[in-house]
């Protein structure tokens, strides 16, 4: 299944920035890192609905950048890994 056709055009920038975040967030020494999904899908649903409007399309879309943001990050985190 391919998450990024669900997610639309406009919330497609939430996702860098959410990395983005996500990565000061982790470099941050008093936020424990079970925390940061948390707070990134909370930022990404007020992103989304900051660029969408307040709708429930716009929830949907925020959770759907914040998972895929997670996913990226800890795809990225396993091929690192395994090959160091």
């Not at 299944?1 to 983005?20: G, N, S």
């Amino acid at each position: 299944m391919d998450i990024i056709k669900f997610i639309t055009e406009q919330a497609l920038v939430l996702i860098p920035v959410l990395y983005i975040i996500g990565m000061l967030l982790k470099n941050t020494p008093k936020i424990k890192d079970w925390s940061i999904p948390y707070i990134l899908l909370a930022l990404g649903i007020v992103g989304a609905i900051s660029l969408m409007g307040v709708t429930v399309q716009a929830v949907i879309q925020g959770i759907l950048v914040s998972g895929a943001t997670v996913l990226g990050n800890q795809l990225i985190k396993q091929v690192t890994d395994k090959s160091e």
